[in-house]
Structures are given as structure tokens and as C-alpha cells.
């Protein structure tokens, strides 16, 4: 049907709209793939599994950004700030399955690390139609947390260009906040709103525009390296050990006891009743034995350390 002249096509879309994605890696179609559906089954898998190894590279060549990006966050939390991802669709799960990870693995109090996602929490499981446009509660969603200067918010889009993220961005360095703008094309609207851009370009979907594909592994590593390692230099580990964790189950409780014990060489026994002392606090646990010192004492000196564990060794008595 011929234009209107009036900027949408025939089924209402704004040609402008389109000309973008048009323009976009991750919305390409690869020619090459135009008989994917008759291939066979192994070589489908094959040839997927060839796509997923090209993306730890792109994400390697993003590693200087990202680091910039993990230090200042790092820097604004140890001030008490907070970590706060927004994103829709794939992008907006794999921020609230990040932030819930943080609790019982790093020990994070649950408003520490945020997870939003358009259309709010019912959007994790269904598509909440519309959701990625509206501005309006991208900026609501901010101004609800009372979003400010010692916050780190980290917009989440595969396109770059998704207005719910764009949006958030905006919205939290208007409040002063430090922001980060994670996506897969290079030169995106959220790069550009961004105070840190981590473009990870991991190029054209096996299944045209499905970014939940070779993205969202992306977004998924970024996502993994920034709350991972943020949380190391706030002294959330002790080496490559999870001292942080919240013994919530038992399989935690056997991984606490199993931390104890490599970080101090102490036998299953002891290991088990200096976590006894210290009512399940691996931290503390280590440091009363490491330091010999009782609970109380342990649990004073990782205060005045700001729970940094090499530090509350080196100055016990």
C-alpha cells in the first residue's frame, strides 16, 4: 500500500521507527541463515553453538569501559549507594535475576540491588504489552526509589534504543546518580545518555532480531563481571571465596562450613562450631579462628574494618 504521507505506514508504524532497526546489527537478517529450517537438527545446534562463542570475545573488547564503570559504582556503594538495573523484556529479567542473585550470594540487603523491569514485576514472567515505551513510568519507577547522587542505575537494552531504559538513564543522572548504558549496538541512544557506555557488539541474530539470543548472553556475562566484581572490591570475598553468603538452605550451610574451612585450614569440627558461635556468620566464623578471637570481638573488628575480612585480620590483636 502506498504511504499516506503522513510519517506511519499501512499498519500505523512510524517509518522512522523502522528505517532505525533497519539500521541495527541485532534486528539484521543473516542471508546465510535464510534455510536454517531445513538443516538438520545437529547442525542447527552446531551452528548456534558457533554463534554463542563469538560473544565472550565481543565481550572481552567492552572490558575497559566495564571496569571504568565497576570502579565508580564500586566507589559510590561504598558510600551506601545502591545499584539499580532497568531494562524491558529479556534486558529488564536479566537485571531483576541479577539483583536477586546478590542477597544470598554476596549477602546484599535486598534493597541494596535493584532489579526494575517494565511493566513491573508481572513483566518476568508474560509481556506486558507497550511497556518498553513508556517513558512516564521509566521516570516514575526512578523517582519512587528516590533515586540520588550515591546510586549507580545500569539502563539494559540489546538495541540500545529501547525507550524504558533510555529513559531510567536519563532520569537518574538528572538526579546526579552515576549511570551505566549496556548494549549491543554500537553509537545507541543509551550510550549516549549514559555516563558509562558498554557496548557489547556481538552482531546478527541466528533468528533475525531475537535478541534473547547472542544479547542476551552478552548482557547476561556484563551483567554477571559487573555485580560480581563490584562486590569483590566492596570486600564481599575473601580471595575467590563467598564469605558474604546467607546459609539459607543446606547445601549453603555445607558451602559455608566448606569456606571456613579452606580459608583457614581448620578441621570440619572446629570450622562447624566457630560457625555455631557466630550464629552461621562465615566471616565471622574465619576470623575467630584465623585471629583466635571470640565471636564478640570478631564481629567488632570486621565493624571498624567496614566488613572487609583482610583488613579485620590484620588488625586483630
Do not use: W
Request: glycine share 12%.
Amino acid at each position: 500500500m502506498a504511504s499516506t504521507g503522513t510519517g506511519t505506514d499501512h499498519q500505523g508504524l512510524d517509518r522512522g521507527l523502522r528505517d532505525e532497526l533497519a539500521g541495527l546489527a541485532t534486528e539484521a537478517r543473516r542471508d546465510d541463515l535464510a534455510d536454517i529450517d531445513r538443516m538438520a537438527t545437529a547442525d542447527i545446534l552446531r551452528t548456534m553453538n558457533a554463534e554463542d562463542a563469538k560473544v565472550p570475545a565481543a565481550v572481552a573488547d567492552a572490558v575497559p569501559a566495564l571496569a571504568a564503570a565497576v570502579d565508580a559504582a564500586a566507589e559510590r556503594m561504598r558510600h551506601g549507594g545502591r545499584l539499580i538495573y532497568a531494562g524491558a523484556g529479556t534486558a529488564g529479567r536479566l537485571g531483576v535475576l541479577d539483583a536477586s542473585e546478590c542477597p544470598p550470594t554476596f549477602g546484599t540487603d535486598p534493597a541494596q540491588v535493584i532489579g526494575l523491569i517494565a511493566g513491573g514485576p508481572r513483566a518476568v514472567g508474560t509481556a506486558v504489552e507497550g511497556a518498553e515505551d513508556d517513558t512516564a513510568a521509566a521516570a516514575a519507577d526512578l523517582s519512587a526509589l528516590g533515586v540520588g547522587p550515591d546510586d549507580t542505575v545500569v539502563g539494559v537494552s540489546a538495541s540500545g534504543r529501547t525507550p524504558y531504559a533510555v529513559q531510567a538513564v536519563r532520569t537518574a543522572r538528572g538526579a546526579g546518580a552515576l549511570t551505566v548504558g549496556v548494549s549491543c549496538n554500537p553509537g545507541s541512544p543509551l550510550g549516549a545518555a549514559a555516563e558509562h557506555p558498554v557496548e557489547v557488539v556481538v552482531g546478527p541474530e541466528l533468528i533475525a532480531g531475537s535478541t534473547r539470543l547472542k544479547a542476551g548472553t552478552a548482557q547476561k556475562l556484563v551483567l554477571n563481571m559487573l555485580s560480581t566484581v563490584t562486590m569483590i572490591r566492596l570486600g564481599k570475598t575473601y580471595g575467590n571465596l563467598m564469605v558474604d553468603l546467607r546459609a539459607t538452605n543446606e547445601k549453603l550451610r555445607a558451602r559455608s562450613l566448606g569456606i571456613v574451612e579452606a580459608a583457614t585450614g581448620a578441621s570440619p569440627e572446629d570450622a562447624e562450631a566457630a560457625l555455631t558461635s557466630t550464629g552461621g556468620g562465615v566471616k565471622e566464623a574465619i576470623l575467630v579462628l584465623a585471629a583466635d578471637v571470640d565471636a564478640a570481638t570478631a564481629a567488632r573488628l570486621l565493624r571498624d574494618s567496614d566488613g572487609r575480612l583482610r583488613e579485620a585480620i590484620a588488625a586483630a590483636p
